[in-house]
């Protein structure tokens, strides 16, 4: 059972997922990340817990004495947040699947490979990206599999830096361009994540699904008792989501561009 061993923890948390960042490597990505810098800086002292629920960059390698560039100012607020007393937990999503110990080692932050239960502030809370989730995803978990070989990641660690990284940029932008308007429209019943939440609750009880990857902020409840949430995206919807302490459960919530 997915609440065998549960993360329990008790205090503000702050959600938010798929940034994207240096989609694309320009003006607009500068300014995403300003403002996601801004938002975590001006809520400082009110959040105990920060959830990276994944794809915060659009790609991410880490060789063993080199990570991607240019996420210094972010990288610096999230050591300040870990000096301050944040907890930091990183869900990795399908764009920065080979995380290893970099976050770990700079900022103590506790990574996650797949979906975690945490009881917060008394809620029973199934969190992460959520891709792969729910429904008949054969040729996407097929792929997610691929990458995650380690065999595989080892032979790609033999590209050097500059050609592995454009690489992947290259089939991000493709993927990205291949998307139809209607990928982004929330689908009630006929999503993933929601048939898999349904799944999950004929076995033990959830209290509030937390997921991600879908792009789409979204409050669905699923019975009386049990609520699904999508963060979102700080891509289109700059949207983030919040839990208090004080609250009876999650609210969402938009920066505005």
């Given amino acids: 059972m997915l609440f065998d061993h549960p993360i329990e923890i008790q205090g503000n948390a702050l959600f938010i997922s798929d940034a994207h960042l240096r989609t694309p490597e320009d003006a607009d990505s500068k300014q995403r990340e300003t403002m996601l810098i801004e938002l975590l800086d001006s809520n400082k002292g009110q959040f105990q817990h920060l959830f990276l629920l994944g794809d915060i960059f659009d790609f991410w390698f880490e060789y063993g004495d080199v990570a991607p560039k240019g996420y210094f100012r972010l990288f610096n607020l999230l050591y300040e947040l870990n000096q301050s007393g944040v907890k930091i937990y990183y869900f990795t999503g399908n764009h920065d699947m080979w995380v290893q110990d970099y976050f770990t080692q700079q900022f103590d932050c506790q990574v996650f490979y797949n979906q975690q239960a945490f009881v917060l502030n008394g809620k029973r809370c199934l969190v992460g990206h959520g891709d792969g989730l729910g429904g008949k995803q054969r040729r996407y978990n097929f792929i997610k599999r691929v990458f995650g070989y380690k ?21 991000s932008a493709r993927s990205r361009a291949s998307h139809k308007p209607e990928v982004f429209t929330f689908k009630n019943e006929e999503e993933f994540q929601v048939q898999y939440a349904r799944q999950i609750l004929e076995q033990e009880h959830v209290d509030f699904f937390i997921y991600a990857h879908r792009h789409i902020p979204v409050k669905y409840p699923l019975s009386e008792n049990s609520c699904y949430f999508n963060t979102g995206d700080w891509l289109i919807n700059y949207s983030f989501l919040t839990y208090n302490e004080t609250d009876d459960a999650p609210m ?3 920066a505005g561009k």
């Fill in 151 to 171: 065999p595989n990641r080892v032979l790609y660690s033999m590209l050097h830096p500059r050609h592995a990284f454009a690489i992947a940029r290259h089939f």
């Fill in 252 to 254: 969402l919530h938009c």
